[in-house]
Every structure is written in structure tokens, then in C-alpha cells.
């Protein structure tokens, strides 16, 4: 009787890294869902810039144009937060600010993962000197304050939203690249990777199909936290004059206008502070979770 013979096992493909657009969506809403501080902090964010697209809709007043003899009153019926020294709705203000602080700090916080992605990944996958001198550089960038960087740019190129972003760009695409980086790090010894390099592919080919789909998470996560303290810098820019030229709605510039009216209209100084610690707050909360949820060591990947 002849042996009955086994059919060899079919190879099993090894796993890639690749995942579709719809896959990546539903993990997130999955992790969102799961995750309570992400809930609670994306819901925040979002109930933000709701109220920043819909500002016209929620206040009849102008947040630039006041009127001189309603300056300086208390919360009451037509006005809820009171008004400032120059008789603008404070509360119109605050919701118009939000406007800008979403605007500016979304379109630097941006192109700032943007750049550092695709720098950390290609200092990864090329390695060698590029990542050397790479590193070098940022380095010595990292070692001037960050607040000093940003007062040199503003004061030589002056105030504006293009000036602010790049002066973002600048003290934050290299803490966003040793972030990358480190993660990127994990991922280009794996097989699919050396694969892909066998099969001649270039290294933004390389980078768009296998290293970022894998890094995704850390990208994310560094995107809430890195918006957090955009928000905050940029307030703090137009607290010392700096960022958002006046009568422009800023929460920064509202807070540095009426601090020597705090005692009579706390509610014009104290309003934007609100305002501006419910969305850091949010960003940090969704931040922290998406980053417990995946697993996701933003000290480790740094180092």
C-alpha cells in the first residue's frame, strides 16, 4: 500500500504593509470609538470648528466694528460676554477667533508633518551621510529656544499668516522629523521593504507604499500633539505683538488688548483664554488617546 502523499503547503505570502484608504478609516473610527479621551477631545475640536464655519450665522454683531458708547459693559441680554474698550461684541470676537486660530494653525501644522514626514522617511530608507548631516543640521537647529527663532523670523520678515508658517516650519518640521524618523526606523529592515528595493522601485515609491502606510499612526499622533502647541505658539505671538495685526479677531490679541481692563470686563480677557484652552485641551485629549489606542510611544519614536 503506497503512502498517500501530503500536497505541499501553498507559500504563505508574507504580510504587507499596505492597507486601502477605506481600511485606515475604519481602524481610526474603530479607535475612536473605543478610545473615550480620543472621543471626548475629537467631539471638542470639532465642536470648534463648527462654531468657526458657522460665525456669521451665530452673532448679528461685527467682530471688527464696535461702537464707542457701548465700550466697556458687562454681560447682559444683547451682549453675553460684554464688549471691550472699543465697544466690539466680545463674544463675536472669540468665535471669529477661532476662525483664524484653526486657519493659521491647521495650514502650519500641515505642511510642518508634511515636510517632516517625507524628510524623516527618506533620512531612513537612504541612511548614510544624507542621514547624518541630515541630523546635524537639525541638531543645531533645535538647540537655539524656539521662541527666539520665531521673534528673529517675524522681526525680519514682519507679522502675517504666510510669515507665521513659515516661521512654524521652521522650529517644528525637526522635532517632526526625529519623530518620523525614529518610526520610520522600525519599519525599512523589514521584508517588504527590501523587497520592494529588490524589485528596483525609487524611494518615494518605496516611501508612499510601504514605509508611510506603516507609520501612519505615529503621523497622526504627532499631527494632534504638534497642532496643540501650534495653537498656543501663535497666540502667544500675538500676545506680544507679534502674530495677528489689529482689529483682526485673534484670542491672543484679545487677551494682551483688554489685560488692563481685566478688573472691569473680566469676561473680554478671559473668554478667549477659554476659548483657546478648550481646543488645546481637545487636541491633547485626542491626541493622548489615538496614542494609547495604537500603542503609539511618541518618547520612543523620537529618541
Not at 16 to 26: D, E, F, L, T, V
Not at 44 to 68: E, F, K, N, R, S
Not at 168 to 192: E, K, M, N, S, T
Not at 254 to 282: D, H, K
Request: charged share 15%.
Amino acid at each position: 500500500m503506497s503512502a498517500l502523499k501530503t500536497p505541499a503547503a501553498a507559500p504563505v505570502p508574507a504580510p504587507s504593509a499596505r492597507s486601502g484608504a477605506s481600511g485606515s478609516a475604519a481602524r481610526a473610527w474603530r479607535t475612536v470609538r473605543s478610545s473615550r479621551p480620543a472621543a471626548i477631545g475629537l467631539a471638542i475640536v470639532a465642536v470648534h470648528l463648527v462654531i468657526a464655519l458657522l460665525a456669521p450665522l451665530l452673532t448679528p454683531y461685527h467682530p471688527t466694528v464696535g461702537d464707542a458708547s457701548h465700550a466697556l459693559l458687562g454681560p447682559g441680554a444683547d451682549h453675553w460676554a460684554g464688549t471691550d474698550q472699543y465697544g466690539r461684541d466680545v463674544l463675536t470676537r472669540v468665535v471669529y477667533g477661532g476662525r483664524y486660530a484653526l486657519g493659521v494653525s491647521v495650514t502650519a501644522t500641515l505642511i510642518t508633518i508634511a515636510l517632516g514626514t517625507v524628510l524623516g522617511c527618506a533620512a531612513a530608507l537612504r541612511g548614510g551621510w544624507l542621514d547624518d548631516v541630515l541630523m546635524r543640521i537639525l541638531d543645531a537647529v533645535l538647540s537655539i529656544p524656539a521662541i527666539l527663532v520665531l521673534l528673529v523670523i517675524v522681526t525680519a520678515l514682519g507679522t502675517g499668516s504666510g510669515v507665521i508658517v513659515l516661521a512654524i516650519g521652521v522650529i517644528c518640521v525637526p522635532q517632526v522629523v526625529r519623530v518620523v524618523r525614529g518610526a520610520a526606523l522600525a519599519v525599512v529592515p523589514q521584508d517588504y521593504v527590501t523587497a520592494a528595493r529588490a524589485r528596483g522601485e525609487s524611494t518615494w515609491a518605496i516611501l508612499r507604499r510601504e514605509v508611510l502606510p506603516n507609520i501612519i499612526d505615529v503621523v497622526c499622533v504627532e499631527f494632534a500633539m504638534r497642532a496643540s502647541w501650534v495653537v498656543l505658539l501663535i497666540s502667544s505671538l500675538s500676545f506680544l505683538g507679534f502674530g495677528a495685526d489689529p482689529p483682526t479677531p485673534d484670542w491672543g490679541l484679545m487677551v494682551s488688548e483688554n489685560r488692563t481692563a481685566i478688573t472691569v470686563v473680566p469676561m473680554a480677557s478671559l473668554a478667549p483664554i477659554i476659548a483657546l484652552a478648550t481646543l488645546v485641551v481637545g487636541l491633547n485629549l485626542a491626541a493622548d488617546g489615538l496614542s494609547k489606542a495604537w500603542g503609539v510611544d511618541r518618547i520612543r519614536e523620537g529618541s
